[in-house]
Each structure stands twice: as C-alpha cells, then as structure tokens.
C-alpha cells in the first residue's frame, strides 16, 4: 500500500499505457478478453483518481501527491507530477470519460485489439498534460496525445477521415511550433523547466532588461503569442476552430466523447495554466482581443452550428459554442486579475470545462447511438423517432438541455458565473454573448426537432424488417448513468467541485 | 414541523412525483396519476399550512419566514459566497395560495380529460391525440343509428401517453413552486426555465403533430429571447449589489445607490437598466407585445396544459418577477413608463384580436395576454396591490375558463365520435351552439369565469381586481392607460359573450354540438372549485371606501399585500367615475356581445371577420420574413459556408497547395540540379572522369610508382624550399 500511496499520481498516469502494452500480448481473436480487459484497466486510474479527490486537500496552497523523478537532467527536465484544484478537476474528468468512452466503443469489432491500444495510450497523453509540472514534460504529453487520437480517426473513422484527421494533426502540431520554441527559450534562459521555479523566476524579469537583441519585455509579447496560438487552435478559439467540425465529425464515437470531452479542455487548460500565471501583463493587454475571438466562437459556433444538417456536425459545433465561454471567462479574469469578479468568471470557466466534458461526450455517445441503428447522421432522414425509441428519446432530450445550459442542470451554473464574471469586466462582449445563448437554444431544438419529433419516418418502423429501430440497450444506458447522475448533481448541489475549483482559483490568480 | 422546514419541502413532492413516474411507473396508468395527484395534494397542503401560518404573524412583511444556505462557493470567504434560500411574506403568501389551489385542480382534472378508465384506441399512436376506440356490446339496445346484432359504437380512448403527461406537470409544478418559494432571483429564474421547459414539453406533447412540435420550439425560442436579457440583468443586478437576495437588496441604501448610479446606457440609472433587462423577461414569459406570438400556438397542447402553463400559472410568473422586483424596478420613471406602455397596448392589441378569433381556446388565449397586459400596465403606474389582486383573480377565473373550454371540447368530441364525422372541429365555436342544455355544470361554470373575466358587477372577482386597477389608473392621472385599459375592458367582455353565446346559447349549429355531453366528475368538480374563487376571492379585495359593500367586508387583500413592501401603498380614494367606467365597459360589452351573436348561425353572418384581426395583424408572418428566415439563412449561407467553409478553410486550404508546390520548387530548382546534379551526379561524374583520366598513370609498375614518387618528392621539396626563402 505503501508503493500504491507514495506513487499515486504515476500510477494513473502509467497504468493505461502499461495496460496498453500488455494487451500486444493477449490474443487478438478474443474480442471480448480484450475489451473487458482495456475496459477494467482503465478503471484502476478512475479508482486512483477518486482517492487522490478525497485525500485531496483544498484549503492548502500549491501542489500535492507531488512526485519527482530524473528524466533528462542535462537539459534540467525532470518528470515533475503534481496536482492542485485544477488539474485534479481534469484529471478526474479524464479518468472518468476514459472508461464510458471504451464502455462506448464495445460495437467497434475492427482491429479490436489495436483500437483499445490507442485508446489507453490516449489516456496517459491526456494525463500527462493535466499532471504535468515541468514544461518539457507538458509538451511531450500534449504531442503524445495527437498520435493515438490521429490514428483512431484515420483508421476507424468515417468517409472524410483521412482528411479530416491530417486536418487535425498537422493544425494541432503546426500550433505547436510557436510553443516549442518558447518552451525551449524558457528553458535555456533558466537551465529548468520546472513550473514552480519558472513562475517565479520568468516573472521576476525586468521588461527592459535587453535579451535577444530585443528587450525581455518583447520576447515575452512574442512568447505569449506562440503559447496562444497553441493553445487557442486546441480550445478551439474563433477562427481557429475548423479542424474541429471535421475531426469531431470523422472520428468514430468513443474518439469524439474524448475529443470534445478532454481534448478541448487541453487548450483551456493550457490557458490557466500557463498563460495567466507565465504573462499577466501580456494577457491583461490582450485580454480584449481574446475576449473578442471568444465572443466570435459564442455567437459564430451557435449559428454554425444551427446551420447543420449532419447530426455529428451539429454537436461539434455546439462546443466551439461552449468552449467560447470558457475562455470567455479567462479573458475576464486576465484583464481584472484578482477582482472578485475575476475570481467568479474563473470559477465558472472551469467548471464549464469541467460540465462540457460530460455534456459533450454525452452528445456524442447519443449521435453514436442513433447512428450505430441507422448509419446516417443526416437530420433529414430521421424523424418522429420517439415512440420507437423513448428512453433513448428521454436520455437526448436530458443531454441535450444540459447541453443547451437549462437552470437546474449542470451546464446553467457555469454559464451563469462566467457571465456574472464578465459582466462588469467585458460588458459588451458578454451582451453580444446573450446572442449566441440565443442560438444555442436554436440548434438545440432543432436537433431534437429533427430526431424525435414530427410525423414519424416509416422508414425505421418497418415490422421485422432490418430497419426496425431498437431501443437503447443496458450498456448504452450504463454509458449514461453516470454522465447524467453528474450533470443533474452538479446542476443542483454543485459545492463539492464548486469549492474545490474556488479555493484553487482564490489561490491561484 | 416548522414552517421554514416546511417551506423547503413544498416544491419536494411533484418533483419526486416526476422522478418516480419516469423510473418506475410509465407503465401503469392509475400509478402514475395516484403518485402526480398524492403529490400535488402533499404540496397543497403544506402550502394551505404556510398560508395559514402567514397570515397569523403580524407584519408579515417586516418579519417574513425565510431561511437559507450556502449554495455556490464563490471567493474568498464565506460572505461571499452565493445563498439560496426560501421565503414566504405576504406576496408569496397569496401567490403560494392560488397556485396550489389552481395545481390541485388541474392535476385532477387531467385524469378525466386524459379518458382514464377508457378503452385503448387501436388507431392510436403515440405522439398524436387519441382518436377513440371502437366498442363491441353485444346484446344491448342502443337508441343509435347503427344497429345489428353486435352493438358497435365508438368511445374517446384513454391518451396513449397518460403516464408521460403527469410526470411532466409534476416537473411542471416544481418549477412554480420553486419559483414562488424563491428568496432570491437566481433560483427564481430555475424555477423560471423548469418551466419553460416543461411547457415546451407539454405543448410538444402531441410531438407527431408538425404544428405542436413547431408551437413548442417557439414557444421556448421566443421566451427564451427574453431569458437571455433576464439572464444578463441578473447578472448586471449580482455585480453591482453582491447578492441576489430580495430582502438584501431591497434594503434603502442598496436601492438607493442602484438609482443615483447612472447605467451609461440612454440615461436610465442602474436599477432602471436592471429592472428593464429584468422586465424584457417577463415580456417573454407573460407574453406581452412584440414576444406575444408564441402563446396563442402554445393551444396545441393538451387543455389542463393551456389552463395550468398558459394561464394560471407560468405566465403569471412573469408578472410575480416584476411584482417581486417592484421596489427596484420603480425608481426609475423611464422603465416604469416603458412597462406601463407596453402593458396598456398589449392589453387592447390583444383583445381586438380575440374579437376574430374562432377558435374556442385562442380566444382564451389572447384574452390571457390582454389580461396579463392589465397587470403589467397596472405595475407601470405602480399599482402594485391592484396587480397582484388581478394576478390571482385571474389566475383563478381563466384556469376556469380553459378547464371548462377543454371540458366543451371534450362534449364535442364526444359528438365527433358519435357522428364519425372527423372533419369537424370540435374547437371550432361556429360548429358548437346551445351546449348549455347539454353540459350544464360546464355552461355554468364557463359562465361565473366569463363574467368574472367581463368584470360583472360586484359579484364576480374580476370586477373588483379590474376596477381597482382602473380607480389606481384614474386617480394618479394615467389618463391614457385609464382609456386604454377602460376600452380593453370593453372588449373583454365584448368578445367573452361573443364566446359563450356562440358556444352554450342558441340552438346546436351541428350534428355533433346536439351529440356533446356533459364530461365526467375528475373534469367538472375542478370547475366546481375554481368557480367558487372565481366570485367569491373578489370579496378579500373590496376597496374600504367603496360605497356600501367597503364598511361590510374588512379590505383583507390590499392591507395584508401592501405589507410586502417597507412603504406600504396607499389606499386609492373612492371616486365614481371608475366605477361607472367599470359598470359601463362590463355591462355594454356584455349586452353588445349577446345582442350582435345571439342570431348568428354561420361564420358567414360574424361581421368581425376582418382580415387584419384574424391574421393577428399578420405578425408572425411579419417575424417570420425579418427574423426566423434571415437569421437561418445568415447562419448558413455567411457563417457556414462562407466565413468557414469559404474563407477561413480557404486559407487553411492554401496551405496545402503552397507547401506543395514549395516542395516541387525546392525539388525542381534546387533539389534535382544543384544537390543532385551538380553536387551528387557533378561530384560522381569528376570522380569519374579524373579515375577515367588519370587510369594511364596506373600501371601497375613499381619502377614507375617510384619514380613518380621521386619526382612529387623533389617537386614539393623544392617548392617548400622556396617558400621558406621568400
């Protein structure tokens, strides 16, 4: 127990890719073996998580269950883990959406075996960049997490997917550039990639002091700009956001839960941080023109979206929607750090990352669902598919409204204080915002529109005919329960992650 | 059990009703109407004990129960984090009081109106109102037109989605209750969108119906407009004053600083912005002009919906918000003038259109809006208790009136199935006539709530809550409203006896209005009930100095809902001439309506059929143009595939092409002739041809390597030699 408690973090971090190379060892006919196996392996982590939140301890300052181990001690990169109120809030995230992603893809009998591979080395990218605490290792995790999800895209995804997933990893890894580079101008200048050391130490910079032949205070600007690039094509900020249409679209079921569910939250994250901490004075200049992008992603993704007619397509544009409200809220938060109000639209922008996650992976389990029956994703070709299907019909209409950020629900409380945040800060912006709340309501009900209302299609209710629609089943269900229990927990009594990510934002900034 | 416990269980009920139906029950019918009903029973009851409660506690205002707990953790200590609690004082005393009656009754009423207890239909499918089944009685004389051995005729059949609809009036009712028990704005505006949903739901109840399932995607579109100005004067509201609290807000200082603070926007002060945000809610939930549109279409659901979202209840919440937020919203002149406006016109823009409406439940409808106008015109002149009086009288009345139009619709579908003739619609007035012999407890009830609605003199409640707001209008000098909301009144009770003449007098104008018949006890009892406040609830507000009657019954209402606020209102002096404008309105629309229809026997003899009325002078197809269309067409023409598909995939697409032709570039110019060919194939070729010229040299020969030897010697000594000497 003793190894278990000391190592708490690397074990969740390694175990799913350590799970994933004993897989190349099972056989690859048995398919069941297989997915029950990467399905129990990647609940070890979810278990670890659930320990490291109760043993967590909010009201401290700092990291905890840190760890320290000797990677690359020539350039000063060490493997660096530690978590506080924000990243264990995405670590749980991760641990939690992991499995109901792997539960989800129980219908994918393609190359089983190399599918769930990919699938749990996803895993520990994803963790990587939430555990992280040295820079170099941030990076690593955040390129080692394209690989795998390029590969389940362009091997199992549909008709567009070589497309759309070059689409994804060349955007992503073109963004990344920029941020490599000042990674590295970080770490020559300091001879350390540890966060802890460099919060301290790149802030004590004097702006004028020269540097580059440029003054520090230029080569932060710059360095500022490569970070956001990065991360604002991950997010994905208005006009950055096309891959992610077609990603989300191409990817098969299960990879679009993890990208619109984790992925996404990478940038945001990467946002609060590195970016609020590493360059206040540069995020407080610019804060106006993130808050315009991010108003641009509110009010631009819900009409995008409503414009669909691909089911998929639909939901993936709802999240440049809602993503458009996180950094929203960081925008806030950077033009009037340590304000109270600040402190609310933090508040808020997290917990939207954190109610996104459930809310979107939840959407798309449920485009996956209908479309495993009718292998179309066209709104036209539903209809009126209700009284076949009621509980699934219930189940959407459930997710959807969480989607949709229905009072009562997990998505309204968030909204509701990044609005309040932004309100005084970035009025206008959050004015303009209330459009796209508009519009989220339209494509919201269209969706639902479209699917279960309306004359029925006969199409799907022929007797004993092979078009028949079934009902969703007990997995399918078990996918749901806890995405839903979540959704209306949080919706109701949200203080038990509320004051975690409060403590950790009153700490932070 | 104390009140205050007491106050946060009351929502508790209907919820859990939802929670259980949908888990456990959807399969049984009974079940499910036993747990929704049980539960609407346990809330009614605990809301009569905090009403009786209420009212036995001396300036409720001042002391009002409340309790509350910390709800969202916000900040760096405890003060500032976000509370939600409940509180009872008197406004939500009475509002909590016709809401639990009006629940109760409609709950009940949906067990009848649902056909429970009859047949399945075998036609009947889910999503789509019954059609009736067809019954086999062997053996039985029946007095019809067919006859045979086997005795056929068709019944109503029991709603294939029984279950579905009283979970979702369960949800329906925790909302309002949330709504009314809130102490605060925040979980008001929960309980606000609930609902919202739920009527959303319920007027899609029908989902297979292309029309309901449009009616409710705008109705929540069109209120979800106003949501979002709520949502943003909530906002504005937090940030200025740090709480949502209404007791903490409505406190001198805060109210004070909201009205000398200046909002930069149009010279309106703080308050004044907020209580305008706060206000374009309310014009969404209560359906006032321009966002009336939605509630008219909102009559595809089911009746006790109509009665219970569309009347009593939900749409009142839009006036309780303003109500509740009056010490706020007054300050400033600007919104209140703004409010009394749009009050006044929707009050009359709603009844001329009513005046050319045929269907039964549109014409209930639009008087809905025209009445809610009334509320809110009368908030505008700060006649606050006159408002909160209308709010529950007419809570009460038009509940009555929705429940009786769906029991005549239900008499006449009745007929429908008799004749078997479906092409008639049974909501249609000009197909019903002299139901009263038919459906008396019906025609009675429809009546006290028609007259209550007109404003009849002294006996119904309607009178009293309408001339109050009427005497508040004329004695503070809003001539204009006066006028306005005195020729409003007018047609109320114009088209009201339009409406009962048409349906209940004269002689059946169809086959199927002679074949209506009475409904069963679930669906007139409720009548019964709300027929009793609809006169007898007037009695609590009778003004102190009105002639005669004011010495007899003490003005209960106006003191005991004048508390609510720390300067209670002053009462309205007694004058005659909003009386006999009251008398004159009510009594000459009345008579006027009676006389122009009693004779008219076809659409063709209603001279009010006028184009512009019937088309709601044409403003749903006028938002349709402007607004629905463009904004679907902006959103995928410009910023679909224009702004993404064309410019910004575009130049993410030139990247590919450039990279490409970039590589061919380097390939073509660089790549093939200066790597490969001058460096690669240039140094094989020297290589080449220096081996090729200098092969000669090798012989093979010692004698001759040594030689050369010696000479490359001598050569390069001497050479050195010189160098050094130089």
């Known amino acids: ?509 | 059990m104390t009140t205050e416990a007491l106050m946060w269980l009351i929502p508790l009920p209907p919820f859990l009703a939802f929670v259980l139906i949908v888990l456990f029950a959807n399969r049984s019918k009974a079940l499910s109407h036993t747990i929704a009903i049980s539960a609407a029973l346990l809330s009614w009851l605990g809301s009569m004990i905090v009403f009786v409660r209420a009212l036995g506690v001396e300036h409720l205002g001042e002391n009002p129960f409340e309790s509350s707990v910390n709800w969202l953790p916000l900040g760096e200590s405890v003060e500032t984090y976000f509370q939600v609690g409940v509180l009872v004082d008197p406004l939500t005393a009475v509002v909590l009081f016709f809401v639990a009656w009006t629940v109760l009754m409609i709950f009940l009423y949906s067990v009848g109106y649902h056909n429970f207890g009859q047949p399945e239909g075998h036609h009947d499918h889910k999503g789509l109102p019954p059609h009736g089944a067809t019954v086999e009685e062997p053996g039985r004389q029946r007095n019809t037109p067919h006859s045979g051995s086997v005795d056929k005729h068709v019944v109503p059949s029991v709603e294939p989605m029984y279950s579905r609809f009283f979970a979702f009036i369960g949800l329906f009712a925790f909302g309002m209750y949330v709504l009314v028990l809130s102490d605060n704005l925040l979980t008001l505006f929960v309980g606000w969108e609930i609902m919202g949903l739920c009527s959303y739901l319920l007027i899609g109840f029908w989902y297979a119906k292309p029309s309901a399932r449009d009616a409710a995607v705008k109705a929540f579109m069109t209120t979800r407009i106003g949501d979002v100005f709520m949502l943003l004067g909530i906002a504005y509201l937090y940030s200025s004053t740090g709480t949502l609290s209404f007791r903490a807000i409505f406190v001198p200082d805060t109210l004070h600083a909201l009205q000398t603070i200046p909002s930069g926007f149009l010279g309106f002060s703080a308050a004044g912005l907020i209580g305008l945000l706060l206000f374009v809610g309310t014009v969404g939930k209560s359906a006032q002009f321009p966002l009336h549109v939605w509630l008219p279409d909102a009559m595809e659901g089911p009746t006790p919906v109509s009665a219970m979202i569309h009347a009593a209840t939900m749409v009142s919440a839009g006036v309780y918000a303003v109500v509740r937020m009056f010490p706020l919203i007054s300050l400033d002149a600007q919104t209140m003038t703004i409010i009394a406006f749009i009050g006044a016109f929707t009050a009359i823009f709603a009844a001329t259109i009513a005046v050319a409406q045929n269907d039964i439940k549109r014409v209930l409808a639009y008087s809905t809006i025209s009445q809610l106008g009334f509320m809110i015109a009368a908030l505008g002149i700060g006649a606050y208790v006159a408002a909160v009086f209308h709010l529950i009288t007419h809570a009460f009345f038009k509940a009555l009136l929705f429940l009786g139009s769906g029991s005549v619709i239900h008499g006449m579908e009745h007929g429908v199935l008799h004749t078997g003739n479906h092409h008639v619609d049974p909501q249609d007035m000009f197909n019903m006539g002299g139901l009263r012999r038919k459906m008396p407890i019906t025609f009675w009830t429809f009546l006290i709530g028609g007259f209550a609605l007109s404003g009849f003199p002294l006996i119904t409640a309607g009178f009293w809550s309408k001339d109050e707001i009427l005497a508040d209008a004329f004695s503070h000098g809003h001539s204009t409203v006066f006028i306005t909301l005195a020729v409003a009144a007018f047609m109320t009770a114009f088209y009201t006896m339009r409406q009962i003449t048409l349906t209940f007098l004269g002689e059946p104008r169809t086959p199927e209005a002679e074949h209506a018949r009475e409904t069963p006890w679930t669906m007139t009892l409720p009548l019964i009930v709300l027929s009793v406040f609809a006169v007898g609830y007037g009695w609590v507000g009778i003004p102190e100095h009105f002639p005669l009657l004011g010495g007899l019954v003490p003005s209960w209402l106006h003191e005991f809902v004048g508390g609510t606020l720390s300067e209670h209102p002053e009462a309205v002096e007694f004058n005659i001439i909003p009386l006999l404008t009251s008398l004159v309105v009510a009594l000459g629309g009345l008579y006027l309506g009676w006389v122009t229809y009693r004779n008219v026997r076809s659409l063709a003899q209603d001279r009010f059929q006028i184009p512009l009325l019937k088309n709601k002078y044409y403003v749903d197809e006028f938002y349709d143009r402007v607004f629905v269309k463009p904004a679907y067409w902006f959103a995928e023409n410009v910023v679909y595939k224009f702004m993404d598909q064309g410019v910004i995939d575009g130049i993410l697409h030139l990247f590919g092409p450039f990279t490409d032709r970039f590589g061919s570039f380097i390939r073509n110019y660089f790549d093939l002739p200066v790597i490969n060919r001058f460096f690669g194939d240039g140094s094989a070729e020297v290589t080449y041809t220096a081996g090729e010229k200098l092969r000669f040299l090798q012989t093979g020969r010692i004698q001759q390597y040594l030689m050369l030897a010696l000479v490359l010697f001598l050569a390069i000594g001497a050479v050195l030699y010189f160098l050094m000497m130089a």
């Open chain 1, 1 to 509: 127990m003793n190894f278990i408690d000391a190592h708490l973090l690397s074990l969740i971090l390694f175990i799913p890719s350590i799970a994933g190379l004993i897989l190349l060892f099972l056989p690859s006919g048995e398919h069941r073996l297989i997915r029950w196996f990467a399905f129990g392996a990647s609940l070890i982590p979810f278990v670890l998580s659930l320990i490291v939140w109760f043993r967590f301890d909010a009201s401290q300052p700092g990291f905890q269950f840190e760890e320290v181990y000797v990677w690359y001690e020539a350039i000063g990169s060490s493997l660096h883990l530690g978590v506080d109120g924000l990243s264990l809030t995405m670590v749980l995230l991760t641990t939690l959406l992991t499995p109901l992603a792997i539960l989800a893809s129980f219908t994918i009998h393609d190359r089983v075996k190399a599918y769930m591979i990919l699938f749990l080395f996803l895993e520990t990218g994803m963790l990587g960049v939430f555990l992280a605490l040295d820079l170099l290792i941030f990076f690593v995790f955040w390129e080692v997490g394209l690989v795998p999800m390029y590969f389940l895209i362009n091997q199992w995804g549909s008709a567009n997917r070589n497309y759309a997933s070059l689409k994804f990893l060349i955007y992503t890894m073109g963004g990344s550039l920029g941020l490599l580079l000042a990674v590295q101008l970080l770490g020559v200048r300091f001879g350390t990639f540890d966060l802890l050391d460099l919060y301290t130490q790149w802030n004590a910079l004097d702006p004028a002091e020269p540097w580059l032949g440029m003054s520090v205070g230029t080569v932060k600007t710059i360095a500022f700009w490569a970070f956001v690039i990065a991360f604002a094509i991950k997010v994905p900020v208005w006009p950055f956001h096309t891959w992610l249409p077609d990603a989300h679209t191409e990817a098969p079921t299960a990879g679009s839960m993890l990208l619109a569910g984790v992925l996404l939250k990478l940038g945001a994250y990467g946002f609060l941080r590195l970016i609020l901490p590493l360059y206040p004075n540069e995020a407080q200049i610019f804060a106006g023109a993130l808050a315009l992008l991010a108003t641009s992603a509110i009010v631009f993704g819900a009409l995008a979206s409503y414009a669909q007619t691909d089911f998929k397509r639909l939901v993936a544009y709802s999240s440049v929607n809602h993503m458009g409200f996180v950094v929203l809220g960081i925008a806030a938060a950077a033009l009037a750090a340590g304000t109270p109000d600040a402190t609310i639209a933090l508040n808020g922008a997290i917990l939207q990352m954190f109610n996104h996650g459930l809310s979107a992976a939840g959407m798309f389990f449920l485009v996956g669902v209908i479309y495993d029956r009718t292998h179309t994703r066209d709104l036209e070709k539903y209809g009126g598919l209700f009284p076949l299907v009621p509980v699934y019909g219930g189940i959407l209409i459930f997710t959807s409204m969480a989607s949709l950020g229905l009072p009562g629900l997990n998505g309204f409380i968030s909204e509701f204080l990044v609005v309040r945040g932004s309100w005084p800060i970035l009025t206008i912006y959050t004015a303009i915002s209330m459009l796209g709340l508009l519009f989220t309501g339209a494509y919201i009900l269209k969706g639902i529109k479209k699917v279960l209302h309306g004359p029925l299609n006969e199409h799907w209710a022929v007797q004993r005919g092979e078009h028949r629609l079934a009902e969703i089943n007990t997995r399918e269900i078990l996918v749901m329960v806890p995405l839903m229990a979540l959704i209306v927990w949080i919706g109701i009594w949200p203080a038990w992650i509320l004051d975690v990510i409060n403590k950790a934002v009153v700490m932070l900034f």
